[in-house]
């Protein structure tokens, strides 16, 4: 609209300019249309077009900012305290779920594992026993009572070794290869590169300290563009972006929507659009401000040019040319703008015949 709206200006400007003697005083007005003599000048002034749907794929701009995807971003803070014995850490390191980054002495792992290590002796002794009795029973000397009695020591043990179990586990470490005063050792949540490490030898990490290190994964980032509610119609999941970033002047980097959030920011009025987009070098880093061209899926659609569109108590309107040559004003609902023409969302139709250029002169019909 302020490009349809700076052209009709721009015309209007034009008009006050023109001298009085090239606007003919022959036009009549009846209605809404507007007749011309077929002698008259004014004929040579006006230039036409008739109407086509066209190929067009509709295109808005917006701000947007990068970021991490929250599932491939993760900041690293051990759920239990410890002094740090070892550390392999180092900024740039790859990643992948089974990497070592750092160890810790913890005294809560510690006694996790004394716990372990005596239920799992005790669970063995009546495992043991167990086995005393049945064969006891088998060979006639022994009571169902004291078998009875075994089979029940042997379950409860054996409960409070797999609990002990999950207690080790807790701690992301392995059962089967557990020794008894080993430190824990903080593996990386995922595939990815440090990003961030603040991990420094001897130091003592609080169970409730932030994060010490960052692992990410950016081969894949988000952009989050912030759409008008008044537009958020016509942007829909999977469509194709076009990102442009200042720090690389003239390169223009592919997206798809992903999500479209459902809540309308009340402050702005907008919605939060999520593009994915590639990432394998690098280039976007989250924090970045970007611009996000939506570019809606092709279609087709009437285009004229914006010259054509005229304007009068807020509402836009062309001149449509009827068999007998005659000037109709017509109301028409405007679109998007491509260049210098601008998308009918309605009031005209194919194989229609409209004043492209110089439609002004035909207002001074009385």
């Known amino acids: 609209m302020a490009a349809i709206a700076m052209v009709i200006i721009g015309l209007a400007s034009s008009c006050k300019q023109q001298p009085a003697k090239e606007i003919p005083a022959d036009l009549t007005l009846k209605g809404d249309v507007v007749t ?7 004929k040579g002034k006006l230039k036409y077009m008739t109407i086509e749907d066209e190929p067009y794929r509709m295109q808005m701009l917006t701000a947007g900012t990068v970021k991490a995807i929250p599932t491939q971003f993760a900041e690293i803070a051990p759920p239990f305290q410890g002094r740090v014995t070892k550390s392999y850490i180092r900024l740039g ?9 750092f160890e810790i002495s913890s005294p809560d792992f510690i006694a996790a594992q004394k716990i372990f290590f005596q239920e799992k002796s005790q669970m063995q002794q009546a495992e043991r026993t167990l086995k005393r ?22 379950d409860v043990e054996k409960k409070e070794f797999e609990n002990a179990v999950i207690g080790i586990k807790i701690f992301k470490a392995n059962p089967d290869k557990l020794s008894l005063g080993q430190a824990l050792v903080v593996h990386a949540p995922i595939s990815g590169e440090v990003i961030a490490n603040k991990v420094v030898l001897g ?15 950016l081969n894949k980032v988000w952009v989050a563009g912030q759409v008008k509610e008044k537009d958020i119609r016509y942007i829909n999941e999977k469509d194709e972006c076009e990102i ?8 223009k980097l ?6 479209v959030n459902e809540i309308v920011d009340e402050d702005t009025r907008s919605v939060q659009v999520l593009i994915e987009a590639n990432n394998s070098d690098h280039s976007l880093k989250p924090g970045m401000y970007v611009s996000v061209n939506f570019i809606d899926a092709p279609t087709t659609a009437i285009l004229v040019p914006l010259k054509a569109i005229l304007q009068m108590n807020d509402a836009n309107f062309v001149f449509v040319v009827n068999e007998a040559g ?38 001074e019909a009385k």
Do not use: C, W
């Open 133 to 154: 009795q049945k064969d006891l029973m088998a060979h006639g000397v022994g009571t169902q009572k004291d078998l009875e009695e075994a089979q029940t020591g042997y």
């Open 244 to 251: 442009e970033v200042a720090a690389l002047p003239g390169k």
């Open 36 to 42: 011309v003599p077929e002698n008259s000048v004014l």
């Open 203 to 217: 130091q003592f990490i609080k169970d409730d300290a932030a994060s010490v290190a960052t692992v990410a994964n």
């Open 254 to 259: 592919k997206g798809i929507v992903y999500h």
């Open 93 to 101: 390191m790859k990643t992948t779920p089974e990497t070592p980054l």
């Open 326 to 363: 005659k000037y109709i004003k017509r109301k028409v609902e405007t679109g998007g703008t491509e260049k210098d023409r601008v998308v009918i969302k309605s009031g005209l139709t194919k194989g229609e015949k409209i004043v492209s250029e110089g439609g002004f002169y035909l207002l």
